[in-house]
């Protein structure tokens, strides 16, 4: 079942990777509900560059009043975190001494 949309998806434009002009999406195309391929063109005349970018979405800040079943993202803020700036104590690294510390094993 596909649902037709009913308005046009307007792509952002970007920042071209070699020369750091601004790109203008001229085409796209739904790869699946989560995920567009858009293809850009460099507006710098002396560079050319065009090139592919996905758009993805990751995950709900908020929750839709009308749900779609086959959607599946995790919840989350609007700004990720980096993967490494959780302040988890190391397994190895507890105060708690282990058992065996406490009461060495008769014998
Ligand atoms: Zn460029």
């Avoid at 434009?13 to 995920?35: F, G, K, M, N, Q």
């Avoid at 710098?44 to 090139?51: E, K, L, Q, V, W």
Wanted: charged share 25%; aromatic share 6%.
């Amino acid at each position: 079942m596909t649902k037709k949309r009913n308005y046009t998806p307007r792509i952002p434009a970007t920042v071209c990777p070699h020369c750091l002009t601004r790109s203008i999406a001229y085409d796209s195309v739904e790869i699946d509900r989560l995920t567009r391929e858009i293809r850009y063109v460099c507006q710098n005349p002396d560079c050319g560059h065009t090139f592919v970018a996905q758009l993805g979405i990751f995950r709900t800040v908020r929750p839709s009043l009308m749900p779609n079943p086959a959607i599946r993202l995790p919840h989350g803020q609007w700004r990720s975190k980096p993967a490494n700036d959780d302040n988890r104590v190391p397994a190895n690294d507890d105060d708690q001494p282990d058992a065996a510390e406490v009461s060495p094993a008769p014998g």
